[in-house]
């Protein structure tokens, strides 16, 4: 079983960055594909950014070129650095990590004012 517990978000005007930090508890961290998703209320949660055991790394086409995933596995963290921030990257990000069975973390809010 893996805990995640994401942590970093918070208020930033347009154009601001942030990093996230998901945090995992638990053994064989590495051996696991972790994403960032993100949802607003009344929509379905979405991708936002995967990276695999071999660091393998996939971008929504909205994150493409301001957002990038990284992990350290010695620390069992993965990150996400978004920059360039924009309203609409208003939600609530979750990180998921997945090897067999899919767990998430209780997500952080981010929220980019205008």
């Known amino acids: 079983q893996v805990q995640l517990v994401e942590s970093g978000g918070g208020l930033v005007q347009t154009g601001g960055s942030l990093r996230l930090s998901c945090a995992a508890s638990?053994?064989?961290?590495?051996?696991?594909?972790v994403g960032w998703f993100r949802q607003v209320p009344g929509k379905e949660r979405e991708l936002v950014a995967t990276i695999n055991p071999n660091n393998r790394k996939i971008y929504a086409d909205s994150a493409k070129g301001r957002f990038t995933i990284s992990r350290d596995n010695a620390k069992n963290t993965v990150f996400l650095q978004m920059n360039s921030l924009k309203p609409e990257d208003t939600a609530v990000y979750y990180c998921?990590?997945?090897?067999?069975?899919?767990?998430w973390g209780q997500g952080t809010q981010v929220t980019v004012s205008s």
């Open positions: 638990g053994r064989s961290f590495s051996s696991y594909g």
């Open positions: 998921s990590a997945r090897y067999n069975d899919r767990y």
